[in-house]
Every structure is written in structure tokens, then in C-alpha cells.
Nanobody
Framework: QVQLVESGGGLVQAGGSLRLSCAASGRTFSSYGMGWFRQAPGKEREFVAFISGSGGRRSYADSVKGRFTISRDNAKNTVYLQMNSLKPEDTGVYYC??????????????????WGQGTQVTVSS
């Protein structure tokens, strides 16, 4: 069982930055791939970024490439999402997920076995 707790959301003006954190419980954190997803009001949850257990592989949604950076610290059981040059369309609830199946794409939410409760990010224009 893995428990995930996100933090770091808030209200920021367009062009600003935020850093989200996702703290995980358990001793097997480094065996899990970690992803960030977001859900805007009235829309489906969408993939944002992924990082493999070792940190050697990263993937990003096209909409955030060059602006967002995912990283992890396995000693602290934490994954981060650094968000720069924020836009109003980045507004939503951001969720982190943990998974380790090889049967699904990391961009699909079915890959992930565990989810956090989410943290709200609001970008004003």
C-alpha cells in the first residue's frame, strides 16, 4: 500500500511559478513510476508528466514541455513538479499517481495503482 499526499498548490498570476510536491509512504517508493495528472473543471483528468523509478526516464504532455519539470528524490520518498511560465489553462486540480505495471502507457491513468487527494492550482490572467 502506498499513500500519496500532494502539496504546493495555490493561486498565481500568469507567467509565475509553483512547485508541487507529492510525498509517498512506504519503503518501495523507488520501484514505482510516478506521474502527475490534472483535471480542469468540466474536463477529464489529463496526463502532465511522468518519471521512472530511477529517474532516468521522463515524459511530458506537449502542452507543458519546456515549462514544467518533473523530478524525484527517492531518499525523501518525494516527487516534484516545477511549473514555470504558468498559463490560465494550467488551472486545475493536480494529482500524483504511483504505478509499476508494464501493461499500460504511463500516459494512461490505468497505469497508476495509487493516487493522492489532489492540490488546486489556479492561474489568473
Amino acid at each position: 500500500q502506498v499513500q500519496l499526499v500532494e502539496s504546493g498548490g495555490g493561486l498565481v498570476q500568469a507567467g509565475g511559478s509553483l512547485r508541487l510536491s507529492c510525498a509517498a509512504s512506504g519503503r518501495t517508493f523507488s520501484s514505482y513510476g510516478m506521474g502527475w495528472f490534472r483535471q480542469a473543471p468540466g474536463k477529464e483528468r489529463e496526463f502532465v508528466a511522468f518519471i521512472s523509478g530511477s529517474g532516468g526516464r521522463r515524459s511530458y504532455a506537449d502542452s507543458v514541455k519546456g515549462r514544467f519539470t518533473i523530478s524525484r528524490d527517492n531518499a525523501k520518498n518525494t516527487v516534484y513538479l516545477q511549473m514555470n511560465s504558468l498559463k490560465p489553462e494550467d488551472t486545475g486540480v493536480y494529482y500524483c499517481g504511483a504505478g509499476r505495471t508494464s501493461r499500460s502507457s504511463v500516459m494512461d491513468d490505468v497505469y497508476y495503482d495509487y493516487w493522492g487527494q489532489g492540490t488546486q492550482v489556479t492561474v489568473s490572467s
